[in-house]
T-cell receptor, first 114, second 118 residues
Framework: GESVGLHLPTLSVQEGDNSIINCAYS??????FIWYKQESGKGPQFIID???NMDKRQGQRVTVLLNKTVKHLSLQIAATQPGDSAVYFC?????????????WGAGTKLIIKP | ETGVTQTPRHLVMGMTNKKSLKCEQH?????MYWYKQSAKKPLELMFV???????ENNSVPSRFSPECPNSSHLFLHLHTLQPEDSALYLC?????????????????FGPGTRLTVT
C-alpha cells in the first residue's frame, strides 16, 4: 500500500547547527504535506505545511522543501536548540477511493547534543 | 482550558474491564479524530467525526466504540481489550470546510491517554 517513509529513525545534531529531516513519499498524487513535532509526553504539534503547487515554504526557523520529481520532502531547522528535541513526523494527504487520506510516516527522533 | 484535553492521561485495565476515554476540544472545530500510536509505528487513524457524524472507521475492531455527542466531545469506549491494544491513544480536532474533504487543514492534538492492557 501507499506509505510515507523516513530515511533515518534517529538524527543527532550539535546545538546551534542546522538540522535536516528527510521524508520520502510514494504517491505522486499527494497534494498536501505536513510536518508535526511530538515532544515526550505530548501529542503531535503542527509545525508547517506545504501544498503541491509549491516547492518551498518558510516559517520561523523552519523551512520545508518539496521535490515532486523524486517525491521527497524535507524539514530544515535553523540553529537547532535543545527545545527542538522531539520526534518529527511527516504526513501526506491524497485522494483515495473518493476520500482524502492522511498517511503518516513512522517518525524521526531528533537529538540535540550540547 | 484551551486546546484539546484528554482524560485520563494514564489507564491500566484488565482484558475484561470496560472503560472510556474522553476528549474535549475548546477550539470550536467541527471535526474530531481518534488515533492509535504504538512504538515505532506510524500513527493509525481509527475514527473520524465530521460535524458529529462518523465519516470514517478504519477497520477498527468492535471492542473499540466511539461516541460523539456534540462537536466538542469525543469518547472512545473500550471493552474486552487485548494486550496488543496497549498504546497511546490520541485525540485531535480540526476545522474543516464542508465543501472539501477533510485533512486539508492542520489537526490539533491532545496529550493522549497511555493505555496499558494487562
Amino acid at each position: 500500500g501507499e506509505s510515507v517513509g523516513l530515511h533515518l529513525p534517529t538524527l543527532s545534531v550539535q546545538e546551534g547547527d542546522n538540522s535536516i529531516i528527510n521524508c520520502a513519499y510514494s504517491n505522486s498524487a499527494s497534494d498536501y504535506f505536513i510536518w508535526y513535532k511530538q515532544e515526550s509526553g505530548k501529542g503531535p504539534q503542527f509545525i508547517i505545511d506545504i501544498r503541491s503547487n509549491m516547492d518551498k515554504r518558510q516559517g520561523q526557523r523552519v523551512t520545508v522543501l518539496l521535490n515532486k520529481t523524486v517525491k521527497h520532502l524535507s524539514l530544515q531547522i535553523a540553529a537547532t536548540q535543545p527545545g527542538d528535541s522531539a520526534v518529527y513526523f511527516c504526513a501526506e494527504n491524497h485522494l483515495m477511493d473518493s476520500n482524502y487520506q492522511l498517511i503518516w510516516g513512522a517518525g524521526t527522533k531528533l537529538i540535540i547534543k550540547p | 482550558e484551551t486546546g484539546v484535553t484528554q482524560t485520563p492521561r494514564h489507564l491500566v485495565m484488565g482484558m475484561t474491564n470496560k472503560k472510556s476515554l474522553k476528549c474535549e476540544q475548546h477550539l470550536g472545530h467541527n471535526a474530531m479524530y481518534w488515533y492509535k500510536q504504538s512504538a515505532k509505528k506510524p500513527l493509525e487513524l481509527m475514527f473520524v467525526y465530521n460535524f458529529k457524524e462518523q465519516t470514517e472507521n478504519n477497520s477498527v475492531p468492535s471492542r473499540f466504540s466511539p461516541e460523539c455527542p456534540n462537536s466538542s466531545h469525543l469518547f472512545l469506549h473500550l471493552h474486552t481489550l487485548q494486550p496488543e491494544d496497549s498504546a497511546l491513544y490520541l485525540c485531535a480536532s480540526s476545522q474543516e470546510n464542508i465543501f472539501f474533504s477533510y485533512y486539508l487543514y492542520e489537526q490539533y492534538f491532545g496529550p493522549g491517554t497511555r493505555l496499558t492492557v494487562t
